[in-house]
C-alpha cells in the first residue's frame, strides 16, 4: 500500500516535499477543498464527487508510492486571489480537485479527478 500523508498548508508540503525529494518515488498530490466536521464533506462539490473515485483508485498505486492530500483552506480562504497555493511559482493552482504527479508534470483538474480510467492511467504510468 502506498504511503499517504495530509497538510493543511503549502509551507508544510513543500518543507516535506524537499525532505523527501531524495527518495525518487512517485509522489502524487490532491489538492482539495477542506471538509467540515462531523460530516466529512468539503464545501468543494467537485471534491466530493472525486474523492471516492480517487480512493477507489489507490489499488493502482505502486506500494513505494505516496500519495499526499493537501487541504487547501475553506471556502474564503481558497477563492482569495492571494492565496498561497494560487500565487506561489511552482504549484499555481487554478482550481480543485487537482491531482497532480510531483516532478513529472501530469496533472488531473476538477472532473478529471472522478474519471477512474484517467486515475489509473496517472497512477500506473
Same mark, same amino acid.
Given at each position: 500500500m502506498a504511503k499517504?500523508?495530509?497538510?493543511?498548508? #503549502?509551507? %508544510? #508540503? !513543500?518543507a516535506y516535499l524537499a525532505s523527501i525529494e531524495s527518495l525518487k518515488r512517485s509522489t502524487f498530490i490532491l489538492f482539495?477543498? /477542506? $471538509? %467540515?466536521?462531523p460530516n466529512e464533506q468539503s464545501w468543494c462539490p467537485d471534491c466530493n464527487v472525486a474523492d471516492p473515485v480517487i480512493k477507489k483508485c489507490f489499488q493502482y498505486l505502486s506500494d513505494d508510492a505516496e500519495f499526499i492530500t493537501c487541504f487547501v483552506g475553506d471556502t474564503p480562504t481558497? $477563492? /482569495?486571489?492571494?492565496n498561497d497555493f494560487r500565487t506561489d511559482k511552482e504549484i499555481q493552482l487554478k482550481c480543485i480537485p487537482t491531482l497532480i504527479k510531483w516532478k513529472k508534470n !501530469?496533472? #488531473?483538474k476538477e472532473d478529471q479527478c472522478a474519471d477512474e480510467a484517467l486515475l489509473q492511467m496517472l497512477f500506473e504510468d
Open positions: 499517504q500523508s495530509v497538510f493543511y498548508s #503549502l509551507s %508544510d #508540503l !513543500k482539495t477543498g /477542506n $471538509k %467540515d466536521q481558497w $477563492k /482569495n486571489p492571494q !501530469k496533472v #488531473l
